[in-house]
T-cell receptor
Framework: SAVISQKPSRDICQRGTSLTIQCQVD?????MFWYRQQPGQSLTLIAT?????????ESGFVIDKFPISRPNLTFSTLTVSNMSPEDSSIYLC????????????FGSGTRLTVV | AQTVTQSQPEMSVQEAETVTLSCTYD???????LFWYKQPPSRQMILVIR??????QNATENRFSVNFQKAAKSFSLKISDSQLGDAAMYFC??????????????FGTGTRLKVLA
């Protein structure tokens, strides 16, 4: 299965600033997924990033707040913009294994604290 | 819309004992995939076991096995001979059918498993 390097692993940021999270995959993948996991809660899909096209955002998430880049088939970034304490969460990227239904591989997660 | 329900926010098990985590889901599809993921304090989400809905045989991975009841839309995880390293948050997940661009994963709210020495 794919190996994903995600960074930073954690950060503490001032409100009103932005943070960019990077995910590098060791193989080419069509789709990459970005999730948010608020403290003590489950995973919520933010958006799906396809190479060469704009990301598809889920209800409640907008491009201005969470711009995503997907410059090639192995890399993606998620930016959390104009941060507030409510953005404090774990952010995870994931890809699906090539074999249909094999499941997600996740990055190691970024723990973001906004103060 | 599909939903995944984990009714046990927290479970405890003695080391070396067996524990079962519950998961139910709702779908009108007949072909789909189900997963259990483990998230230890390190935050890394790790795939524990998977089940294809078209397979009647329950999946098994070493000490981990599932009880898949398709008609009842139930997908429980049994952990045998529990070890301290099994302590983690466990998420049940449902994957809709479909290929690139047409599928989604839906995650349950998680069950925190504590293993007592």
């Amino acid at each position: 299965s794919a190996v994903i390097s995600q960074k930073p692993s954690r950060d503490i940021c001032q409100r009103g600033t932005s943070l960019t999270i990077q995910c590098q995959v060791d193989s080419q993948v069509t789709m990459m997924f970005w999730y948010r996991q608020q403290p003590g809660q489950s995973l919520t899909l933010i958006a799906t990033a396809n190479q060469g096209s704009e990301a598809t955002y889920e209800s409640g998430f907008v491009i201005d707040k969470f711009p995503i880049s997907r410059p090639n088939l192995t890399f993606s970034t998620l930016t959390v913009s104009n941060m507030s304490p409510e953005d404090s969460s774990i952010y995870l990227c994931s890809v699906e294994a090539p074999t249909l239904g094999s499941g997600y591989t996740f990055g190691s997660g970024t723990r973001l604290t906004v103060v | 819309a599909q939903t995944v329900t984990q009714s046990q926010p927290e479970m405890s098990v003695q080391e070396a004992e067996t524990v079962t985590l519950s998961c139910t889901y709702d779908t009108s599809e007949s072909d789909y995939y189900l997963f259990w993921y483990k998230q230890p304090p390190s935050r890394q989400m790790i795939l524990v076991i998977r089940q294809e809905a078209y397979k009647q045989q329950n999946a098994t991975e070493n000490r981990f096995s599932v009880n898949f009841q398709k008609a009842a839309k139930s997908f429980s995880l049994k952990i045998s001979d529990s070890q301290l390293g099994d302590a983690a948050m466990y998420f049940c997940a449902y994957r809709t059918p479909g290929t690139s661009g047409t599928y989604k994963y839906i995650f349950g709210t998680g069950t925190r498993l504590k293993v007592l020495a």
